[in-house]
């Protein structure tokens, strides 16, 4: 019988990466940015091609937030880059019926050009992230004024989102952003 859940794909990474990626559970959108052993639910290696596929037909029903992630050679599984050229993580939202295939187009970062096959929702949910994290770049190098202007805009973003999503994980994110920034 055919495995019914699968993530697969193709990365190209220089030799400064271990070969291997790991899957974490994220339980709370305000927990996306942690790491422990513990989360990580699965792993496995990259053949010399940078391919790999992880079954995972133990995932629940409903859309959840996952993080796929790889580290630098003789770092702990455990380990996450955030920002720069190292940026070493994507978010994905699986359920047990998951077929997504992932590909990225540049070594660095590794995660900066990802494409996803199976699955419009991880589109959408990595296009909200990206204008997240791009509109808190633009507002860390922007005086107070700018950024106030920028949040706003965000805000006004996420409202609008949240709004017109047809995916649930992506209006809950949208709404939490949201109630942070008041």
Known sequence: MKSKTNLSGKLQLDDSWEPAIYLSHILKFDQRFEISNQMII??????SLGKFKLTLDFLPSTSQLYRVHIVKKGDSPASL??????????????????????KND??????????????????????????????ELKASL????????????????????????????????????VWEAY
């Open 81 to 102: 880059i955030i920002g720069g050229k190292n940026e070493n993580y994507t978010f994905l939202v699986l359920n047990n019926h998951s077929q997504i295939s992932l």
């Open 142 to 177: 922007s005086n107070a004024s700018v950024r106030k202007l920028i949040n706003d805009q965000l805000l006004a973003s996420f409202l609008t989102i949240a709004d017109s999503s047809l995916y649930q994980l992506i209006f809950i994110s949208s709404c939490l952003l």
């Open 42 to 47: 699965a792993e496995t290696a990259l053949d």
């Open 106 to 135: 540049t070594t660095l970062p590794p995660f900066s050009s990802v494409r996803f096959a199976g699955n419009s929702e991880n589109q959408s949910f990595t296009e909200f992230v990206n204008l997240h994290q791009s509109s």
